[in-house]
């Protein structure tokens, strides 16, 4: 982890940021984010979707020509 640290030096990014991040980034690699829960459906009683049919269900939202 001090490598990060010293790689950062030209951003002068916050050490917790980094130190989240890099936790972040090691939990998900040891797969302890690889569970689906069901706290998207508790919360707001909708099945949870993808970000890909989202953005399928939404595109002409996403590109409307109107500004």
């Not at 890099?22 to 009683?45: C, N, P, R, W």
Request: proline content about 4%; cysteine-free; overall charge negative.
């Amino acid at each position: 982890m001090v490598d990060i640290y010293k790689s950062n030096f030209p951003f002068e990014i916050p050490a917790a940021l980094i130190q989240g991040l890099v936790s972040f980034e090691i939990a998900t690699s040891k797969g302890e984010y690889a569970q689906a829960t069901t706290v998207v459906q508790d919360l707001t009683g909708n099945v949870p979707i993808s970000l890909k049919q989202f953005l399928s269900d939404n595109k002409q939202l996403l590109f409307s020509d109107e500004k």
